[in-house]
């Protein structure tokens, strides 16, 4: 007898778009606000009986964008990112977390290096898809929920070209095109710094200090050096004579940057009042080790929880 042949299995993604799991988390916050929630109340409150596949499927792709986190067994909270982006303080905060939301899902990012700066024909998502041994069943709505994911960036004014549009009518001290041929980041010069092809921030960033070796930049209110490979400079303050500023490299931070993660590895920030947090592991990380995380992690904050407590 044949053996049975096994069914593909389509590599993890959302099943929503971006803008479809706002709608969803929105649901949640606005009863639990930052109260952790019973994932079957979740599952009831955007609109499942209970937890079921679907319903397991829909509130992982929460998660995927980074909008609801784990929170002790059996339990979920809605993220400081999902917060920042239904209440946000400004309309530049809400810009920067629809773009690190949007690209958070590991084929959503694939897609962005691929097809950078553009939103691609559905004929292109799909042959790439393809190519990655998705499911038939699964291309049309993986491939949906990125292409409505990208087009709610565009309509919010948060993808990379809204951004330079932004920055254009704004106006600038430079001739058009000038910043292409700035090179390397100085002291003083205005950058953007871009992750997955997509310019992370809402504006330009002033350069504070360089590093001894030229690898990291620091900016203005941030003690977390920047990849220079992925800084690019959009304005250089001049002299009287038109000549650069000569500004002196100011001191770095007491602490040399983190070196970036080994190859193989990923690292997650999770940027909080009191601080940034930074979370490195494998790439290929199991569902396995992904529970098993979970329960160091919450073991980890209840120890962490019962010092304060006691200090």
Do not use: C
């Not at 499927?57 to 986190?69: F, N, P, R, S, T």
């Not at 203005?220 to 038109?242: I, T």
């Amino acid at each position: 007898m044949a053996a049975a042949t096994q069914p593909v299995r389509s590599p993890s993604y959302p099943n929503m778009s971006l803008g479809e799991a706002l709608d969803e988390v929105r649901k949640i916050e606005r009863l639990y606000r930052n109260a952790n929630v019973d994932r079957e109340a979740a599952a009831k409150l955007i609109g499942y009986s209970g937890l079921s596949g679907p319903a397991n499927k829909a509130l992982a792709a929460l998660a995927q964008y980074g909008l609801v986190e784990r929170a002790g067994k059996g339990e979920m909270r809605v993220t400081a990112r999902a917060k920042a982006i239904l209440h946000p303080d400004h309309e530049s905060e809400k810009r920067e977390q629809l773009r690190f939301a949007a690209f958070e899902p590991n084929l959503f990012r694939e897609l962005q290096d691929r097809y950078p700066d553009m939103i691609p024909p559905y004929e292109g998502v799909e042959t790439f898809l393809n190519r990655k041994g998705f499911n038939q069943s699964a291309i049309r709505p993986a491939a949906k929920a990125y292409l409505d994911t990208l087009q709610l960036l565009t309509d919010e004014g948060a993808s990379k070209q809204s951004a330079g549009q932004r920055q254009s009518d704004e106006g600038s001290q430079n001739e058009p095109g000038e910043e292409s041929r700035f090179g390397a980041p100085q002291v003083g010069d205005l950058v953007d710094y871009e992750i997955g092809g997509v310019i992370a921030n809402a504006e330009p960033l002033r350069v504070r200090a360089i590093s001894s070796d030229a690898k990291w930049v620091f900016v203005d209110g941030s003690e977390v050096g920047l990849e220079v490979a992925n800084v690019f400079v959009k304005q250089r303050p001049l002299g009287g004579d038109g000549a650069p500023l000569e500004r002196p490299t100011m001191p770095l931070p007491k602490e040399e940057p983190p070196e970036p993660p080994a190859k193989g590895m990923r690292k997650a920030m999770f940027p909080l009042d009191d601080g940034d947090v930074t979370l490195i592991f494998p790439e290929t990380i199991t569902a396995s080790g992904l529970s098993d995380l979970a329960d160091y992690l919450e073991i980890f904050l209840r120890k962490e929880r019962r010092k304060k407590e006691q200090g």
